[in-house]
């Protein structure tokens, strides 16, 4: 790959990146995907609750995806970004950890966020496939079946009810640091929902099947499937040259986007996970095209603003 200016340069290509690079190759913009191949779901075996789309593995949607998109000369760079620098006119510089570089009209961050899951041995080995965290990605695969949530913050409480819904048995561990108000013990009880305050030490199990986890006080409790909830770990470190705005919220502080997921540097735009770490896979992806249109259009704005000037200023000439 030669040329190192593109109109846009989208970073991450997951399912925000790929539909965000989608629409701006398709407006017949020159696009370059910088991806490092980390998609949060890569864990999963199989998406569920994306239309049209169920059972896929991750790996396949995204592997469809870029070439989809690359039949609209999208090209893609398997690189890690360092940092991202520019002036409101641009362009804007991206540079990859390995030196590279490429300028842009514009940029779009999609690079998700990870999970950084609660230091539980058996735990991490089994994220993804026994141990879940989403109820509508996962559970109807664990229906029926004896389910545990392990609640690494107040939001447990929210899970838990969810994961309620799933089977007939379940049972909330919740650490004793964690407050448990009367109300909602009473709530989680009216369910028959057992609650543990007993610290998990360990998921015990064969492979990545789960057959219980063993508490501090050495006790066993028989489990067939656990829920939980990482703590997001954001993606966007690369931004921090820029001094972008950052709103706080429950899950951290993530970048700041109006209603068109343009950040607060004029050229600079997020979509997905990076700035919304609730979304699932159909919502990345729609949030992503709905990007990408937007990022043509002010390109398209900016064709237009410029051919403008020019003739005015050809005509002062005359």
Do not use: K
């Amino acid at each position: 790959m030669d040329n190192n200016e593109f109109d846009v340069v989208v970073i991450g290509g997951g399912a925000a990146g790929l539909s965000a690079a989608l629409m701006v190759g398709r407006s017949l913009r020159s696009v370059l995907v910088v991806d490092a191949g980390e998609t949060r779901n890569r864990f999963a075996d199989e998406m569920h609750g994306v239309l049209g789309n169920e059972g896929t593995s991750p790996a396949d949607l995204v592997a469809r995806g870029r070439v989809e998109v690359e039949q609209y000369g999208v090209q893609f760079a398997a690189e890690r970004v360092a940092a991202v620098a520019g002036p409101a006119d641009g362009p804007v510089l991206v540079t990859a950890e390995s030196g590279r570089r490429w300028s842009a009209r514009a940029v779009i961050v999609a690079t998700g966020v990870g999970d950084r899951l609660p230091d539980v041995a058996g735990l991490a080995e089994r994220w993804g496939h026994s141990v879940l965290h989403c109820p509508y990605c996962h559970g109807w695969e664990v229906r029926g079946r004896r389910l545990g949530v392990l609640a690494t913050s107040a939001f447990g409480l929210h899970q838990v009810q969810m994961v309620r819904q799933l089977s007939d048995d379940v049972v909330l561990f919740l650490p004793s640091d964690v407050p448990l108000a009367e109300t909602d013990e009473r709530r989680l009880s009216a369910r028959n929902v057992r609650i543990v305050r007993t610290a998990v030490e360990e998921i015990l199990g064969e492979g990545r099947d789960i057959s219980g986890v063993r508490l501090a006080d050495g006790s066993i409790e028989q489990i067939e499937a656990v829920f939980t909830i990482g703590t997001p770990v954001l993606h966007d470190g690369f931004l921090d040259g820029l001094g972008l705005q950052r709103t706080d919220g429950p899950w951290g502080s993530f970048l700041t986007v109006d209603e068109f997921g343009r950040t607060t540097h004029p050229r600079i735009w997020a979509a997905g996970n990076v700035v919304n770490p609730m979304a699932n896979v159909p919502l990345a992806m729609g949030n992503g095209s709905f990007v990408g249109a937007a990022v043509n259009g002010f390109l398209v704005t900016e064709d237009f603003d410029l051919a403008s000037r020019t003739v005015g200023s050809m005509a002062g000439r005359r």
